[in-house]
């Protein structure tokens, strides 16, 4: 089945550092989503893109999709310690669900 | 606004006991669903309902069963719990017109089930 692979699966930073997270996908993704789960709480829904070379930004945080739609990125701009926790990219499996990366876990030091 | 509420938070069980995850929702979201998150896996596709009436199996359903009577609710059920099904379950609902997802998937807070 449709599957999206996400890359590193693991990160530290020292605060202030740059982070950017990847997620590929085989095939053509009709729109990809991103949430975020802190530690030992629940996936929350950051954003939606469904263009292809679409980019969004929210404060930090900056995605992207790709020109063909099997790729995209989360890059965060001068991490805080607030933004420890797994960043899970998710694609459309079939019409109806999704199908999520394996995260990739950010540890923030101060 | 409760939004995805799920019962009960934690949970220990034994080899072979059958238990019930609930779920419900207030927002009228025709779609439902049930993940697994193990460490290093992600999350896990269990089952999912596009709406009343509706449920089909996602990518691991053995071992689960579910039924959506109504929109608000969408039980999971363990007939059988083996230690394989230690995990964390998230319920998450999701706007969904004509069986296409439409955006945003809205978690629970999840439940911590142990099966010893």
């Known amino acids: 089945g449709q599957q999206v692979m996400q890359i590193p699966q693991y990160q530290h930073v020292q605060e202030g550092e740059d982070f950017t997270t990847y997620c590929n996908s085989s095939?053509?993704?009709?729109?990809i989503q991103w949430y975020k789960q802190r530690p030992g709480g629940h996936p929350v829904f950051l954003i939606q893109?469904?263009?292809?070379?679409e980019v969004k930004k929210q404060k930090r945080l900056t995605f992207q999709f790709g020109e063909a739609k099997k790729n995209s990125s989360l890059h965060i701009t001068a991490t805080q310690t607030t933004d420890v926790g797994t960043y899970f990219c998710?694609?459309?499996?079939?019409?109806?669900?999704?199908?999520f990366g394996k995260g990739t876990m950010l540890l923030v030091s101060p | 606004n409760a939004g995805v509420t799920q019962t009960p938070k934690f949970q220990v069980l034994k080899t072979g006991q059958s238990m019930t995850l609930q779920c419900a929702q207030d927002?009228?979201?025709?779609?439902m669903s049930w993940y697994r998150q193990d460490p290093g896996m992600g999350l896990r596709l269990i089952h999912y309902?596009?709406?009343?009436?509706?449920?089909d199996q996602g990518e691991v359903p053995n071992g689960y069963n579910v039924s959506r009577s109504t929109t608000e609710d969408f039980p999971l059920r363990l007939l059988s719990a083996a230690p394989s099904q230690t995990s964390v379950y998230f319920c998450?609902?999701?706007?969904?017109?004509?069986?296409?997802?439409?955006?945003?998937?809205?978690f629970g807070e999840g439940s911590r089930l142990t099966v010893l």
């Open positions: 998450a609902s999701g706007r969904n017109v004509a069986g296409l997802n439409t955006g945003e998937l809205f």
């Open positions: 998710a694609g459309p499996a079939g019409y109806s669900t999704l199908t």
């Open positions: 309902s596009v709406g009343a009436g509706i449920t």
């Open positions: 893109l469904v263009k292809s070379g």
């Open positions: 095939t053509t993704l009709s729109n």
């Open positions: 927002m009228n979201h025709e779609y």
